[in-house]
């Protein structure tokens, strides 16, 4: 690890500060590019091969590539009047004026019980009809300002569009306000940690270049190497950066201070932290970059590109925090820890603190501990009994109710459900009609429209009876493929957002059955390189997973009986999975790491406290960081955010608290050298190890 050493040179020191000023000069001419390569549309995250997007490629041969706004007028106290409707009819006009509108609008339609009016107004997005393209925000806006200036009337606008706008509105400025929110998190718990008003500025500024490297290189990705990005993958990417990002940096600073006290000459000192600590580092950086280079094994294109991705942020993390942090550390010297620097041949602080005591107290009785401890987070884990990773309705994602979803209230209640997002049927011209009656006779359907042909192929549009994104719907959608499918030469293929959601819903199922036990693998794997055994890959795998599936089961009832959330999107626990797996790793590699260190010269009993003793405070750092960041997404008004946000940071601070300092100590010291099989560690531990632990032995070396 010779080479991890490099930035504390006295030399390289200052060729690491140039490279990386070099790299920031030209990743700042692409990162204020990132937002400008984001897609939205749903139909973009499917695999080429469902028939949904099959279905949007045929469709284009017939309408324009538009999203549907719905306007809904409402008199409460009554009927609707000849006025209402001309009102209705006059506003369809001066929709027309509107930029990116197109026609023909639908309606005015007056509802069945005679109290509601409806329009269906197109609207034409020159950015592929991507459904939060500023046009289509910008158009609904338009017709907002229009429609709400009726008196007596009560007015929404809804559909695909309505929702497109609304979600814009969610995302606009999300990603500046969590980032300002994740620094002062950062700051805050900085300070607290150190107690230094410098220090904190040194990792803050090597994470925020780190990000800046992250955008450009996905925006390269994205503009050059055909890269999804969607929304969200800005402030997840905030998140996992800074959150990540501050990790190494607590990691690296808690030994490089412990180093300090050892060697007179601070570059030394560094060296040697880092080839200690490095390796620790780096293995959790390389943990969670191949875990999530998995997703390129997904289905869905929105997780097999958020995954690299995110993978990009993890490894310019990993990469600032290895190379630009310690050449800064190493150039400020040891002033920056002020006012308590770390002299040389001063003691080791808290030789009889907190982590101490909870070592000696876990391995009192360390296998009742173990097995308390497992039985506890089993009977947290017993919340998901019931718990469905379902698809969730556009209604339901928002944590407030914004007037595309009022809207879809009020149109249920007068008109079909479905009414804006009709189910969309592309076959063989020479089997219209059967195609028609097939469809028009499917349970579900409330009406089917005239065929058109074009290029010897039919379009029909089916409108659903429920809403377009319930179980309901889909179940339509499937009775639907079957008797299309069913037609003799017709060659049907069904899409519309209800058939393009429930695509999605079955391949994000598809992905978490095949990525869960694929990133299993791969962290198993190199955990097992990394401390050169079997038994400890597999007993730290099982204890991150139990953490998983407890932190699900209190998120999970969290959701419903705190939140209020109506539901989980099956993409959902995938994510959580994967940053609890693989940050959750990340501590007990650095704990297992010098657990091992300690072990080859005191035993592995010893060895785990002092391991615990050693890296306690700074890991319990970490994760109050890793879990503050990550607690910042429950601020924005999205509930997959929120949901996210919530139970990683929850999911975190379990890992921190109570699996590696509790439950790995206690299966360590209970399985003693058996730990390290088959390595030469097995097989023989110094007499040391048979002795009683002290505070005073716990800080001699």
Known sequence: MRVLAVPAGRRAKWVVLAFWIGLLAVASVFSGKFTSVQQNDSFTFLP??????????????????????????????????????????????????????????????????????????????????????????????????????????????????????????????????????????????????????????????????????????????????????????????????????????????????????????????????????????????????????????????????????????????????????????????????WPVRPAFGSPEPAVRGTWTRVGRAVVRRPRITWIGTSVVLGVLALGLIGFKADNMQLKDSFTGTPEAVSGERAMALHFPAGGGDPVQIIGSAGAAEPLRSAVAATPGIADVSAPVVKDGRVYLEGTLKAESNSEAAFATIDRVRDAAHAVPGAEAKVGGGSAINLDYKRAGESDRNLLVPLVLVVVGLIIGLLLRAVVAPLVLLATVVLSFAAALGVSALTFKHVFGFAGTSPAIPLWIFVFLIALGVDYNIFLMTRVREESKAHGTRRGSLRGLHATGGVITSAGVVLAGTFAALTTLPLVFAAEIGFAVAFGVLLDTFVVRSVLVTALTYDIGRRMWWPSAMSRKEPESDLEEPTPHSLARR
Request: proline share 3%; glycine share 8%.
């Open 48 to 337: 080429k091969n469902a028939e949904s997007t099959q279905a949007v490629t045929l469709a284009k041969k017939f309408t324009p590539e538009v999203s549907s706004a719905v306007v809904i007028y409402e008199r409460a106290n009554g009927a609707v009047t000849a006025d209402d409707k001309a009102v209705a009819a006059a506003d369809s006009r001066r929709f027309t004026q509107i930029a990116h509108v197109t026609t023909p609008i639908v309606g005015p339609v007056v509802s069945k019980d005679g109290r509601a009016i409806q329009l269906v107004v197109p609207i034409k997005s020159l950015s592929g009809g991507q459904s939060g393209s500023d046009e289509t925000a910008s158009a609904v806006k338009e017709i907002r300002s229009v429609v709400h200036s009726h008196s007596g009337l009560t007015t929404h606008v809804t559909g695909p569009a309505g929702y497109s706008a609304d979600q814009a509105d969610a995302f606009s400025g999300t990603d500046k306000a969590l980032l300002y929110l994740t620094i002062a998190i950062v700051v805050i718990i900085l300070l607290f940690t150190y107690r230094s008003p410098v220090l904190w500025i040194v990792p803050l500024i090597c994470v925020g270049l780190a990000l800046v490297v992250a955008q450009a290189a996905i925006y390269l990705f994205a503009r050059y190497g055909g890269l999804t990005v969607g929304a969200d993958t800005g402030f997840v990417l905030t998140v996992l950066v800074f959150g990540a990002g501050t990790d190494y940096a607590l990691l690296l600073i808690a030994r490089y201070r412990e180093e300090l006290r050892r060697h007179e000459d601070r570059h030394e000192a560094m060296a040697v932290a880092l080839r200690h600590a490095g390796s620790a580092i780096v293995a959790s950086g390389a943990t969670l970059v191949l875990s999530l280079m998995c997703f390129l094994l997904a289905e869905l294109n929105s997780t097999k590109s958020l995954g690299p991705s995110m993978a990009i942020g993890v490894a310019s993390a990993l990469l600032a925090m290895t190379t630009l942090f310690p050449a800064l550390l190493v150039i400020f010297g040891r002033w920056l820890f």
